[in-house]
């Protein structure tokens, strides 16, 4: 099974999983893990009791919120005990939704075209649009 980890800064994670539970429906193999300010335990103890309830043969990716982050660099200490785990950094939206939307299991390719993908919806509309009324003759 396919098991997707969001980890992030304070609800970040969490807003993401009630998003895209909104758009594709209860997903049982999403979870979300975030450092808070008053957290009692640590993301990493957290994450782990996670990762020992699930089979042996279970995919598992960890998306992070930024690179270099407390979170992204506690994630990365996972990868010691756990080699087979995807850790994958620059979380948003569409990236969770391509991955979420995948049954099959994931492959290199499924994983480099879903973060190609999640790059390309990263745009500056304004400068798109203005771009094409220049090329129109002026007017938005």
Known sequence: MNRIILASHAGMSAGIKDTLQMVLGELPNLYVVATTRDESETIVTVTRRLLEKFEPGDQVVILTDILGGSVNNDMMTLLTDYSDIRIIC??????VLSLAMHT????????????????????????????AAAENGGDL
């Open 90 to 95: 620059g979380m948003n939206l569409s990236l």
């Open 104 to 131: 099959e299991p994931w492959t290199g390719g499924i994983l480099r075209d879903a973060i190609h993908q999640a790059k390309e919806q990263i745009i500056d509309c304004t400068e798109m649009i203005k771009g």
